[in-house]
């Protein structure tokens, strides 16, 4: 019984192709949450995909109702040992964003894997049920090889309305909090940030939606008759936004930034690089605040965006003043920031900047900002295990540049939260042609089978340093 007979074991699963059988019957689930219609599909993948397999492993699964009424479910399971010295609690969602069949490419198919040299392609693959199954597989054969005892419990909980933006998983966190109460959260989701680099995360930067609405008469007037006449809708709303980011995308309302990129944070960053892989879009590197690096400015620091503008028909305009004019925007925002004064902050802004016309209507996505503190003892031991590994020092981000529901694991229920990401930025997951790297995935097999061997072996002294 030893570490690398563990590895090597979950290797095997890989190299002999059960991996990619287990992760093609489940990319067949077609769990699209956004569809109002797939309820009982999301429901199948947890009662008859998931449920029984954990139980092969000794866990007690239960599936609970959301209690948003029409909501995806989720699936509580836990496996109890006696005389367990700490507990992992760990998370992954089996609901992806829908397939767009159509759209992709020739030979290609949203619910099959397509293995194409070192790209698997198929929806879910990469965000999350690639992920999670990564994780379970290597839990798998760390059980196998220990002969069932860890020494640990571990609890999962696995939502099916992530990409629906996590509706009734906090409700359902707070009202099983005991059930699900653990030590450490240790989960999987994101991009590493590069694909030969494996990662760690700590938290996310947080979500803010907003809308900006300007309605200026009733119908639309020709242009002809009433040109230079009439206070343009499209024009007006566009010197509002830049009132609030200059057009280099600074942001210009002071009450919409972190009051400093701490010192921590900077320290873990300094050896961070973003970008400059074959597929990732150019950085423009005088975006955003001036004086920082990139990626201090999308790990450590605030960024307003402008997602959508609409003024008139775009795609059939005519000669005619429009009436209205409308901007979806949204902030990612880091710890140390004030979202629940974002609004009162922009509305007072456009105020003071003649643009009281301009309705500000904040929007129901909202995701908080969170961040480990990099100095944690489970930090510097999961750092070790993922080297140990891979034999590749990790990168640490102190929080993701996107946004994950971290809040709940880390807030709601009081966990040290730990994110090893098996993907990459070009994955494609959000768009059609979504993959996983095969290498990538059978070097996350190798570091997560690792990590669950050192929690055995060094759980309990890392819990000693942390109490």
Known sequence: MSREQ????????????????????????????????????????????????????????????????????????????????????????????????????????????????????????ADNKGQHSINLSALEQVLAVRGGKLGYNVKIILEMGEEDGSPGLNEVCALHAELLKADLFLASDGPRVAASKPTMFLGSRGVFNFDLHLKLRDGGH????????????????????????????????PGLLPPELPASVRAALKLIEVGGGPDDPEIDPDWGEPGLTPTERVIGWNSLEVLAFTCGNPTMPVHAIPPTARAHCHMRYVVGSEPAQFLHHIREHLLAHGFDDVEVRGTDVHMAATRLDPDDAWVRWGLASMERSSGKTP?????????????VFSETLGLPTLWVPHSYAACSQHAPNEHILADLSREALQIMAGMFWDLAEQGPAVMRQRA
């Open 6 to 125: 563990a590895i090597a074991q979950t290797l095997a699963t890989f190299d002999d192709g059960r991996f990619l059988q287990t992760l093609a019957r489940r990319v067949a689930y077609r769990t699209e949450s956004q569809d109002p219609a797939s309820g009982p599909i999301l429901h199948a993948y947890l009662s008859e995909e998931i449920a029984p397999y954990l139980q092969t492993l000794g866990f007690r699964s239960r599936i609970v109702n959301n209690p948003v009424p029409g909501k995806s479910p989720f699936l509580l399971a836990e496996r109890l040992e006696p005389d367990a010295a700490f507990t992992v609690l760990t998370y992954g969602h089996g609901d992806v964003v829908r397939g767009y069949d159509a759209q992709w490419r020739e030979g290609l198919k949203p619910w099959d894997v397509v293995v194409e040299g070192n790209r698997w392609y198929g929806r879910g693959t």
């Open 222 to 253: 020709h242009s002809g008759n009433w040109g230079g006449l009439l206070r343009n809708p499209g024009i007006r709303l566009a010197h509002a936004i830049a009132s609030l980011v200059d057009e280099n995308g600074r942001i210009l309302v």
């Open 395 to 407: 990168a640490l981000l102190p929080n993701l540049g996107g946004s994950l529901p971290n809040d």
